[in-house]
Each structure stands twice: as structure tokens, then as C-alpha cells.
């Protein structure tokens, strides 16, 4: 005898069924979040609070393909705050980075000239080929720092010439590892590259950071150029989401490009919420964190530690080799503590939830290494001057005890 329909459908939903919630979350988040306190990797990894949730479960419940009033109305405050016509909303800051750039370029053959050391050249998987058929001009700043002027024009390919491709668009990131890219030397740049009938657009993943340090308007950072990708998910904490900002037509467009690149989403009311929480409650949270970065920066200093890259915001590069020590004996060392931090390599990223114990557990590692090798007759180095720095992701797991 069959099974009745009923029944069938019973059993199908049965394999369906799964719970994905611990019994223990609330313990097993509250310790997550002590341990995203006491990591360094990256700011990406902060968390919603209970507070963000709350807010942003309140959200419309629209489809974004056809209509969302929360994102809507988040798109229509960035776009004002970013002093432009139009913004859109994508899930990351490389989708959003590189769907502005697809809708610059529109015929090849083009290039796209950026600093060697930008997330659009090295860390989006080579989105510009793939994505946009174009080629990569990667400038290394003569002062090690930003791109001037004289780089860009010494770099750039305005000429007709067959066999090369010319450069359409410069694009600049704010901040880039951490530092911040001069206003003056942004505008110089941006009014020769309209002179000569080249796009500008900036990746301003983490664009609050230069705000916050400087006390300068979005709008005004923004006014340079084009097309600005701003991310919610890096330095505000929110869980997820970037926002592209230009003129209408453009953005209309990029609408168009966002979906045939799988991006168009449904119900984002509640990621719109967050991210409002986020621009809300902890962008005013930056300047904290600035402070805590710069007492790192201190602390290794005092130690005898090189410091390759200043904490002008979120971010410090160190090395240690100065007094005798190897990133992965830092490491080894921080992930024996009782609660261990969880580090990179040459990289160190202070985020809203870096908690001041972590700082100060990680400087009293370095200087207890550093104290020994002293004793084992280690000399350290007088050179203590700066260099570029190394941008290394690797994330150091802590050991299991």
C-alpha cells in the first residue's frame, strides 16, 4: 500500500526540518564577542550589538528588486550626506567597487590606474579583467605614502596609440592601510584627471575614518569624484552591505549591472536598519578607537618595536624584528593566554569592539619576548625607521587548550 500523500509530504518536510540555534548561544556569542575584542585581524569582524538588532527588526518588509522603503530611504540619505544624485545599495564593498567600474568602462580597451597597494588591484580576486575586460596600471607612490600628482601624470596613458590601452578611470582608496590620503593632493588629481576627460572614482571602504580623524564633511571628501563605494561592515560594525554613490543615470545603471551580477536582493529592510544604526551609534565610536590604535603604536615604540605604518586611524604595521622577535612567536605566545588574541601577521586592525585589556595584553607580550631576548644577548637594532608596510591577512587560530 502507497503512502498517502499526506504522509509523503510529512516525511519530506521531516528531512527538511534543522536548528541551527545552540541551546547555549547566549553563553557561546557573549564569548565570541570577548573574543572578537582580542582580535586584531581585520575590523570587518565586529559584530552586531542586541541594540542594532533591535533597531533594524523594526525595518519595512519590501523586496528590494521592486520596492523597499527602509533601503530606499537609506540610499536617498547617502546620497545626501555624500553630497551626489543617487546611491545604491550592494551586499560587499568589491561588489560594489567593481560594478563601479563596469559601469564607468564601458568599450575596451581601457585601463584603470590605482596605487600597488589598492584592495581593487590586489585583494578582489582580479574582478577588473573578469568583470570588466580591463587592463591594471599599479603606481608605487614615489614618498611611500599617497599618490601625487606627478605619479599619476607620470603613470597615466592619454595616448591614442594602438598598442596601448588608455586609462579611463583613476581610482583612490580612503583611508589605504589605514592612512589618510591628503585632500589637497585628491583635488589636484581629480581636476587634471576631468581636464583630460577621465573618470574618478574612490574606494571609500573605510572613508569614516578619515571624518572622524579630520573632522571633514562626507560630502566634501566625496566632491572630488565620480562615484564613491562606502562600506557599512568595515570600521561601523554593521553586519553587512556597501553603498555605491554617483550621479542618477549612473547608478541607474549600476541598478541594472548589480543584477545581472546576482546582487539584487529581497527583503533588505532589515539590513538597511542596521546599517542606519551603525552611521547612528558608532561612527561617533571612530575617534575612541583611533585613540586606542595610537596608544599601540606608543607602547610598541617604547618597546623598540619599527613601526612601518603610523596609526593615522584603525591600523598600525610593526615589526618586531628590531628586538629580536618573529610575528609567529607573538603569535604562539597571545594564543596561550588564558583568552588569547587572535593576530595577523604585520597588520594590526583596532575596531569599535577592541577592548583596551587587548592592547595592552598584546604590548605586554611583545615586551616580555623583547626582555628576553635581551637577556639572551639579543642586540637590538638601532634602525628604527619607518618602511612600507607589509599588509599581511593571515589569521593566526588561537591553540586549543
Known amino acids: 500500500m502507497s503512502e498517502s500523500p499526506n504522509a509523503a509530504r510529512a516525511k519530506v518536510a521531516s528531512q527538511l526540518q534543522v536548528n541551527l540555534i545552540s541551546p547555549n548561544h547566549l553563553q557561546e556569542n557573549a564569548a565570541k ?174 572613508i569614516w575614518h578619515v571624518a572622524a580623524e579630520t573632522g571633514t564633511s562626507l560630502d566634501e571628501l566625496c566632491q572630488p569624484f565620480d562615484t564613491v563605494s562606502l562600506c557599512f561592515s568595515k570600521g561601523l560594525g554593521a553586519p553587512i552591505g556597501s553603498c555605491l554613490v554617483g550621479p542618477a543615470a549612473f547608478i541607474k545603471k549600476a541598478r541594472w549591472f548589480r543584477k545581472l551580477f546576482g546582487g539584487g536582493m529581497r527583503q533588505t529592510g532589515i539590513l538597511a536598519g542596521a546599517a542606519a544604526y551603525a552611521l547612528t551609534h558608532n561612527f561617533p565610536k571612530l575617534a575612541q578607537t583611533h585613540a586606542l590604535a595610537q596608544t599601540l603604536e606608543a607602547g610598541l615604540k617604547e618597546i623598540g618595536v619599527r613601526i612601518t605604518s603610523g596609526a593615522e586611524t584603525c591600523m598600525v604595521f610593526y615589526d618586531p624584528s628590531t628586538v629580536g622577535i618573529t610575528y609567529d612567536e607573538i603569535a604562539d605566545c597571545a ?32 615586551r616580555t619576548l623583547a626582555e628576553e631576548k635581551k637577556a639572551a644577548g639579543f642586540v637590538p637594532s638601532a634602525d628604527a625607521s619607518a618602511s612600507a608596510p607589509t599588509d599581511v591577512y593571515l589569521r593566526r587560530v588561537p591553540k586549543t587548550k
Request: aromatic share 6%; net charge negative; glycine share 6%.
Open 33 to 206: 564577542l570577548r573574543e572578537i575584542g582580542r582580535t586584531f585581524i581585520s575590523d570587518t569582524i565586529s559584530v552586531p550589538t542586541p541594540e542594532m538588532y533591535t533597531y533594524a527588526v523594526n525595518a519595512t518588509l519590501g523586496d528590494d528588486v521592486y520596492s523597499e522603503p527602509t533601503m530606499l530611504a537609506l540610499e536617498a540619505h547617502m546620497a545626501k550626506v555624500s553630497g551626489k544624485e543617487a546611491a545604491l545599495f550592494m551586499p560587499s564593498g568589491t561588489m560594489s567597487n567593481q560594478i563601479a567600474l563596469r559601469t564607468h568602462l564601458k568599450q575596451p580597451p581601457y585601463t584603470i590606474l590605482c596605487d600597488h597597494r589598492a584592495h581593487i588591484y590586489k585583494y578582489e580576486a582580479g574582478g577588473s579583467a573578469f568583470h570588466s575586460g580591463a587592463a591594471v596600471t599599479p603606481v608605487i607612490p614615489a614618498n611611500g605614502h599617497h599618490l601625487t600628482l606627478p605619479d599619476v601624470q607620470a603613470n597615466a596613458i592619454l595616448s591614442d596609440d594602438i598598442h596601448i590601452a588608455p586609462t579611463e578611470v583613476i581610482s583612490l582608496e580612503n583611508t589605504l592601510n589605514g592612512t589618510i590620503f591628503p585632500q589637497e593632493e585628491i583635488i589636484a588629481i581629480s581636476k587634471w584627471a576631468h581636464a583630460n576627460d577621465v573618470k574618478m572614482h574612490l574606494d571609500g571602504a573605510r
Open 335 to 366: 594564543s596561550e593566554l588564558e583568552e588569547p588574541l587572535v593576530l595577523g601577521g604585520s597588520r594590526l586592525v583596532v575596531h569599535i569592539q577592541t577592548t583596551p585589556e587587548a592592547v595592552q595584553d598584546f604590548l605586554s607580550i611583545v
